[in-house]
């Protein structure tokens, strides 16, 4: 072969080779890089010309969103339990376009949080419900597995996730191994803000109240549903502005606060779920989300 005919084919070749690389080119990042036990967190996949994004973590199938004008990059908020155990967790994320599928897997580390243990008081009938409670219990359970499993398959929250009163949480509050009456160990799964009777509570972000009445030990409680999985759950209200079935959007009042259920006195107690993930809340409203504002 002539040396130019050569140099056409390596370029050739080199092209062609290039454009394949390009199409195959993804990565996998998640914000906040440092992950702890309770932790909310986003997962960005960058791809070019994907048609869809799906993941796999901790046992959760799931998939990914794009922002309007930025075909390329994929989100997905999620996070881990407050409750799992610290140590290396693998990621898998599905990337498909129209002619392959590729598979990638990334290893998380996920770290230890400091949490304390807190010894608390409260009626013993919340420590030893009796049959007629356990039957509400039991009953409770399972409305709640059912709305939970009702999740919009696609994300209703539209920007950032923001504080549900003004005051400030107590602090600490997440995440605590609790004590009640010196016995049951339970992990406190949701952030409590300090809130006389009848203070005006917010929805944190856009969603769809899937649950809005009296359970055993929440109280008056509402959950919203934010979609992809994730929840938010308000409890021991006093009072209900909103009905199960009604949209609401961020900073809309969706009740009042109160001290009803397993409480030992009025406050708000908040929790975020990710697919039966429970996660810090101050962390979700830290969290920079892609937003139109914040591409
Ligand atoms: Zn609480």
Redesign the pocket.
């Known amino acids: 072969m002539k040396p130019f005919l050569r140099s056409v084919w390596m370029f050739v070749a080199f092209a062609l080779l290039s454009l394949t690389i390009r199409a195959q080119d993804v990565s996998v990042a998640w914000k906040p890089q440092e992950i702890t036990n309770g932790s909310p967190c986003i997962f960005v996949v960058k791809a070019h010309q994907a048609t869809a994004v799906t993941g796999t973590w901790r046992g959760h199938a799931f998939s990914f969103f794009r922002q309007k004008g930025d075909p390329e990059s994929w989100y997905s908020l999620a996070g881990i339990d407050v409750s799992a155990k610290p140590g290396n967790y693998d990621l898998t994320v599905q990337v498909a376009t129209s002619s392959n599928t590729q598979t990638l897997h990334r290893t998380i580390a996920v770290g230890s949080a400091p949490y304390k243990e807190v010894p608390l008081t409260v009626p013993e009938k919340f420590v030893r419900p009796d049959p007629e409670a356990q039957k509400i219990i039991a009953a409770d359970q399972e409305t709640k597995n059912k709305v939970f499993a009702d999740s919009a398959q696609t994300r209703l929250w539209t920007d950032r996730f923001s504080p549900p009163l003004r005051s400030a949480p107590r602090t600490d509050?997440f995440g605590t191994r609790r004590t009640f009456n010196g016995s049951i160990a339970s992990v406190?799964?949701?952030?409590?803000y300090r809130a006389a009777t009848g203070t005006p509570v917010m929805a944190v972000s856009a969603g769809r109240v899937i649950l809005a009445r009296p359970l055993y030990y929440e109280g008056n409680c509402v959950i919203i549903d934010h979609g992809l999985g994730s929840t938010t759950i308000y409890?021991?209200l006093s009072k209900f502005d909103v009905k199960e079935g009604e949209q609401v959007s961020r900073g809309q009042r969706i009740a009042l606060s109160g001290g009803t259920g397993r409480?030992t006195g009025p406050?708000?107690?908040?929790?975020a779920r990710w697919q039966g993930e429970y996660l810090d809340p101050a962390k979700l409203f830290l969290l920079r989300l892609p937003s139109p504002q914040q591409p």
């Not at 406190?188 to 409590?192: E, I, K, P, T, W």
């Not at 406050?267 to 929790?271: A, E, R, V």
């Open positions: 509050s406190h799964r949701g952030l409590d409890m021991h409480a406050h708000l107690h908040l929790s």
